[in-house]
């Protein structure tokens, strides 16, 4: 590859990469989102990759249905910028489509985003621009959407919310971008380290008894994952961001119940 068509893998002098927060939204709240370079150790390699608040995944949203915030996003980054709320029902001119609802956010730049909430479920926030790189090197993180109706999801102890992607490690760097388009594929690459929710290892607890639902987001560009849990009773019980109905078996889900 010509490394002056490349990205900088570059990690000196950058902050190391966050663990991710979760982030409870009221109607008529704002927020602010920063797009950074940050460094992360994934197993034994330290790489550069891209965080929403220098986190990956960025901070997860609650928010209730029906609620209206304010995000305001200033791209930091080392591509332009938007921010695809992926699934939301909102205004067409906030939906992150470059040039198409909406202006690049170039390095420096910001753009508020009115996003509302009118259909609970399992969604999530990424770019759609240079997904190849942006998406691969890090941002996206989920929005989970409090359903008005109680009864919407069956009953549950506590959630929980796993994001899953892999990532391109070579010699102890992310194998290289280029500036002049994708390297194999137009949306990604396949990747040679998995991650859960940000990490290549990952564990969560779970008292005998305890009814966890678990949201989850496949992030990846061009991986499809088999999901499971060795020794542990699931049901898939939603999927596409609604209760589960006989169709839904055919299309996969997003929602479990343990």
């Not at 900088?8 to 190391?16: I, S």
């Not at 928010?63 to 938007?82: L, P």
């Not at 549950?156 to 994708?182: N, W, Y």
């Amino acid at each position: 590859m010509d490394h002056q068509d490349a990205f900088t893998t570059e990690t000196a002098g950058l902050p190391e990469a966050s663990s991710p927060s979760l982030v409870r939204f009221y109607d008529g709240d704002s927020f602010d989102i920063r797009i950074h370079p940050v460094r992360k150790r994934i197993e034994d390699a330290v790489v550069r990759m891209l965080g929403y608040n220098g986190s990956i995944p960025g901070p997860t949203l609650y928010v209730d249905q029906g609620s209206e915030v304010t995000v305001r996003v200033t791209n930091d980054g080392d591509v332009d910028a938007t921010v695809h709320w992926h699934g939301l029902r909102l205004e067409n001119r906030y939906d992150g489509v470059p040039e198409e609802t909406q202006a690049l956010i170039p390095h420096g730049g910001t753009f508020t985003y009115k996003l509302r909430f009118p259909d609970p479920g399992l969604y999530w926030y990424h770019p759609h621009v240079r997904e190849d790189v942006a998406q691969e090197m890090g941002l996206y993180a989920p929005i989970v959407v409090e359903p008005s109706d109680p009864s919407y999801w069956p009953a549950a102890d506590r959630q929980l919310t796993i994001t899953l992607d892999d990532v391109l490690i070579e010699d102890g760097k992310m194998a290289p971008f280029r500036h002049s388009g994708p390297t194999f594929t137009a949306m990604g690459r396949f990747g040679n380290v998995m991650l859960v929710n940000g990490e290549s290892r990952f564990s969560d607890e779970a008292a005998a008894g305890e009814v966890v639902r678990l949201y989850l987001v496949n992030t990846a560009n061009t991986r499809i994952f088999n999901f499971a849990l060795p020794g542990a009773r699931m049901k898939l019980v939603g999927g596409r961001f609604r209760p589960l109905r006989a169709r839904d078996l055919r299309r996969g889900g997003v929602a479990f119940a343990i």
